[in-house]
């Protein structure tokens, strides 16, 4: 192992973590370093497909983008994607060794001990940084005995722990210090710097704070991010609050995108590029009434279709799509991967992956039916639309093989699957071309087609259409989050602590003021 190393630790879940990793990895990157992420262990339903074909976190796929690398299963060598509230897929090395519920997956845990130190040390060969990340809270008490991703990882790649905790949802400071008070001395030696995140505000009310907090745990506070909006970075594996309401880019002539909101929606990140498009207001809703007014409905991935295809029944969602997509009306659906199933007629489980039924009725929109295998398809795949010839790439992750059982047009033409040239059709489009499903996540990530796409959306409601401008470009928003960081952190610390690891101890500039980064006494907390 050569390269230096950096853990990014947090109060909780949901702290921004990832999100730091991603602006750390960046800010490396443009000082010159060859950076990767790492995160030994991921609970998520966002994913992705790398090129070796196999399965990571899409936050680390995403932080790859950040380091300018190709993603690996070496980022995240293991894979958590719940199926329930106490089951879920494990995934090691980007392939799926099977279902657990926690307690077989907690004694299971440790023999991939050697299997995740393996990744990193791959990763520590081969580049000059690696930024590693953690998971939930370094303090959980019930978790640290068998921990593979958190203190146990930073101390056998000797990374020196930045702590995260995220201001806005209240309780920032019990936060730190109840993380720091649960960890042994010798855990708390290993915390060089503390990060606010999410701020809102004069930052000259919140100084007496940190000057408490620097006081009490004798570790530097290295700077304060704000909160910010326009800046759009993946998210990990939950839509956050605000997108629960409408965004709006305040022009009067808005297409209203409802995306449904499933118990265990997946792979969200596919509508990114779509909800930063001018003529777009798009909304997560929770319920059908929420589907009035609606231009564009779409049902997206998820990890239990059928068990969410039910929740659509039981909620009467199903019900309301139907009527509100009816001949006459102009209303488009889109169904992408488990969405696309939830669209057929049937979904047969013979294997029980999902169900202890073995045959479910779909929704009855397109006439596919869909079987569910327990060999997962994994795929990067490049296509264009049949209709328009507009090209699209992106990626297939499913156990499920849909075949027609009536007249449908298909919507993608395949031209690459793999990196290997290849021609089949792929997805179904209605014959009036309002309801489209496809197994292919991040089809709105190319622009041509996304704005052709929600022209056709206008010219149904007389609008005129509007021209192509690709307005995300994910390379330019990591330069822009870098930047915010960059601004809002003590730089030469965190230099001075990624260079010298665990012997960091610096004089705090301008105060005269010695703080340790080797932290104090247990009774001093």
């Not at 853990?7 to 879940?13: F, K, R």
């Not at 293991?78 to 926690?102: E, F, Y």
């Not at 936060?175 to 000259?204: H, Q, S, W, Y």
């Not at 601004?487 to 610096?506: C, Q, T």
Request: charged share 25%.
């Amino acid at each position: 192992m050569r390269a230096k190393t950096l853990q990014v630790c947090g109060t909780g879940s949901g702290v921004g973590k990832s999100v730091i990793v991603s602006a750390l990895c960046r800010i490396f990157l443009q000082e010159g370093y060859r950076v990767a992420p790492f995160k030994a262990q991921n609970m998520a339903l966002n994913s992705f497909v790398t090129r070796e074909r196999g399965e990571i976190g899409r936050a680390q796929a995403a932080q790859a983008q950040a380091c300018r690398v190709e993603p690996s299963v070496e980022m995240n060598p293991v894979l958590i994607k719940p199926t329930s509230d106490v089951g879920a897929q494990v995934i090691v090395l980007g392939k799926p060794i099977g279902s657990m519920n926690a307690l077989r997956y907690t004694k299971y845990k440790l023999s991939l001990l050697e299997v995740v130190r393996k990744s990193f040390r791959r990763l520590a060969g081969n580049y000059e940084v690696v930024v590693i990340e953690g998971a939930g809270s370094p303090a959980e008490i019930n978790l640290k005995s068998h921990d593979i991703v958190n203190l146990k990882m930073a101390i056998y790649a000797r990374a020196p722990v930045i702590l995260i905790g995220d201001i806005d949802k209240g309780g920032f400071f019990a936060c730190i210090v109840g993380t720091l008070a649960l960890l042994t001395p010798k855990e708390r030696k290993m915390i060089k710097g503390i990060i606010v995140n999410k701020f809102r505000g004069d930052i000259t009310l919140l100084k007496p704070g940190l000057d408490w907090l620097e006081k009490r745990t004798g570790i530097k506070v290295l700077g304060v991010i704000p909160y910010f909006r326009d800046i759009k970075i993946p998210e990990e594996d939950a839509v956050p609050l605000d997108n629960l309401k409408e965004h709006s880019s305040g022009r009067r002539r808005m297409l209203n995108v409802a995306v449904v909101y499933l118990p265990h929606i997946s792979n969200f990140t596919d509508f990114d590029a779509l909800e930063k498009e001018p003529d777009v207001r798009l909304r997560y809703v929770k319920s059908p009434e929420e589907l009035n007014n609606s231009d564009l409905i779409i049902i997206p991935g998820t990890k239990n279709t059928i068990g969410d295809l039910e929740y659509l029944k039981r909620s009467g969602f199903t019900d309301k799509i139907s009527n509100l997509i009816n001949p006459g009306k102009h209303i488009s659906l889109v169904g992408i991967c488990g969405g696309y199933q939830m669209l057929g007629s049937r979904i047969n489980d013979p294997h029980g992956l999902e169900s202890a039924r073995k045959q479910v009725r779909g929704m009855d929109i397109l006439p596919v039916v869909t079987s569910l295998k327990a060999d997962k398809i994994l795929a990067q795949v490049e296509a264009e639309e049949i209709t328009s010839g507009l090209k699209i790439c992106g990626y297939e992750i499913h156990h499920g093989q849909t075949r027609f059982t009536g007249r449908c047009g298909r919507l993608f033409k395949v031209s690459s699957c793999n990196g290997e040239k290849i021609k089949y059709a792929e997805g179904a489009v209605s014959g009036d071309g309002r309801i489209l499903g496809t197994y292919i996540h991040g089809i709105f990530d190319a622009g041509p087609f996304r704005r052709e796409f929600l022209n056709r959306l206008r010219k149904t409601k007389g609008w005129p259409a509007l021209a192509v401008k690709e307005n995300f470009n994910p390379d330019k928003e990591f330069d822009k989050l870098a930047q915010l960081v960059k601004e809002n952190i003590d730089m030469g610390a965190l230099r001075s602590i990624l260079i010298k690891g665990w012997e960091y101890d610096k004089q705090k500039k301008g105060g005269g003021r010695l703080y340790s980064f080797r932290s104090s006494s247990e009774e001093s907390l």
